[in-house]
């Protein structure tokens, strides 16, 4: 039996600590960046935060909302490809919208339709699996990879330096990074399988940057705080499920409970999304995602100002003048403690 005692770290168990700065204020502070990758020849300029493919979460108008702040949606995996050409085309800044797909044999057949019916309109795609350690998902990277060059391909999820090193090798611009840190995820639970998110990012975006790739955080995020983590621990990209979820332009179910307006979130291997979409839950598996009502939370525009003045002002109190800068001039200290809690 081989136990690794290194001590592995989530989000709550550490805080930045403040470093000494020339800033005057927060609104001197710049939060795009600017990527080339590994791979494709595409140069990306945005804010590096992605609604994650839920279906709940990465829907079009989720998209659409964030464009204008310069932040992207990976869209969920099940719009139809009418819907998809129809979205790809008309999209202004498509560079910004990641086209989802899983690894099966009808996922490859859309992807190759919708891009004979809008040749060049996708820019972005994110090939999504719960466990990326497959040899069949490293195949299907680099069937990706051969037949579009150009494309610039999210791929995931992982968790170590080895598999994100595979993953890069085999096709993949940016690695996404996280199992079973999720808001509404029970991988943990139900199979005992994961890692700290903060320290699979601090591991990953080591390995990944050593070859000239990307990562990006995946799950876990709770607050504007963890996404100021996520950066300052190596991420080149952070993407968020929960945190996006109960907006407007979020899809799901809407309930009133006490009087209140409740919108429905659910983790894509939920009982009610194989319900959805697959007709229920196969016999050989289990669910390994919950379904929660949230209070409804208004346009996702107020989020996005909370989570881009949080960023703004953590890259302040380390004196970082760019996002670029955090990473490199984040310590983290370890803590017992995050939060007075004496008022609830
Ligand atoms: P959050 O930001 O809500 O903490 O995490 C979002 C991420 O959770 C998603 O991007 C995805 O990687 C993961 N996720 C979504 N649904 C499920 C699920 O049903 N099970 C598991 N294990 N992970 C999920």
Known sequence: ??????????????????????????????????????????????????????????????????????????????????????????????????????????????????????????????????????????????????TYPDLVIMAGNVVTGDMTEELLLS?????????????????????GVGYPQLSAVIECADAAHGLGGRICADGGCTTPGDIAKAFGGGADFVMLGGMFAAHDECAGKTI?????????FYGMSSEQAMEKWSGGVAKYRASEGKEVFLPSRGPVAGTVQEILGGLRSACTYVGARRLKELTLRTTFVRVTQQLNEVFG
Request: proline share 3%.
């Open 256 to 264: 009133t409970k006490d009087g209140k307006t409740m919108k429905q």
């Open 171 to 191: 096709g993949a611009d940016i690695v996404k990074i996280g199992i079973g840190p999720g808001s509404v995820c029970l991988t943990r639970k139900m199979t």
């Open 1 to 146: 039996m081989h136990i690794d005692n290194t001590l592995r770290l989530d989000f709550k168990d550490v805080l930045i600590r403040p470093k000494r700065s020339t800033l005057i204020s927060r609104s001197e502070v710049d939060i795009t960046r600017d990527f080339k990758f590994l791979h494709a020849p595409v140069a990306y300029h945005g804010i590096p935060v992605i609604a994650a493919n839920m279906d709940t979460t990465g829907t079009f108008e989720m998209a659409k909302a964030l464009d204008p702040f310069m932040l992207s949606a990976a869209l969920d995996k099940h719009y139809s490809e009418d819907e998809l050409v129809k979205f790809f085309t008309e999209l202004e800044r498509k560079a910004t919208a990641f086209y989802t797909l899983g690894i099966g044999d009808d996922d490859w057949e859309k992807f190759q339709s919708v891009n004979r019916k809008a040749p060049g309109a996708v820019q972005y795609v994110c090939i999504d699996v719960a466990n990326g350690y497959t040899e069949r998902f490293v195949n299907f990277i680099k069937k990706v990879r051969d």
